[in-house]
């Protein structure tokens, strides 16, 4: 009886621990991707706007607190001071007055994480084109509102 009473035990606690170890499957609603795209979109064009003013804080809030930035040609930004920091000294290099047009191309997303590939123009302030490419960013939901974790880009056109 004592044998019976260790096993049926035994195979409690084994039921148990299986059902704790799996996790209900989490039911996410469907992306509306029209949408998404629209507050994307809104999101770069904040980013343009704000190197535009030349104002590094506006374009830094693109960015979570522990974003990394990869950019051509430099080590990677860590933290969103040291992207902040980064934006700040391309904004007083540029003389030339250059405007960056930022376009969502195509997002990919799942639960509350995005990827955005999108393409960049850099136009002198003359309205000549300087430079053009694409870049892909991760955006992860972070109370209520989207902040891009991950970002990189590359030009289409050789070095110089």
Not at 30 to 35: F, G, I, S
Not at 113 to 126: K, L, P, R
Not at 134 to 145: A, C, E, I
């Amino acid at each position: 009886m004592r044998i019976k009473l260790r096993f049926a035990a035994l195979i409690g606690i084994a039921a148990f621990i299986f059902s704790a170890c799996t996790s209900a499957k989490e039911e996410t609603k469907p992306v509306d991707m029209e949408k998404l795209k629209v507050e994307i979109q809104a999101m770069e064009d904040a980013f343009s706007a704000g190197e535009k003013a030349k104002d590094a804080d506006a374009v830094a809030v693109y960015y979570a607190e522990d974003a990394i930035s990869y950019s051509r040609n430099k080590a990677p930004s860590v933290g969103k001071a040291a992207i902040k920091e980064s934006i700040a000294k391309g904004i007083a290099e540029d003389t030339t007055g250059q405007i960056n047009v930022y376009k969502v191309v195509d997002l990919f997303a799942e639960g509350n994480m995005v990827v955005e590939i999108g393409s960049w123009t850099t136009t002198q302030s003359d309205g000549k084109p300087k430079d053009n490419g694409h870049y892909m960013s991760l955006f992860q939901k972070r109370d209520g509102k989207y902040v891009c974790v991950r970002d990189m880009n590359v030009s289409s056109n050789p070095a110089k």
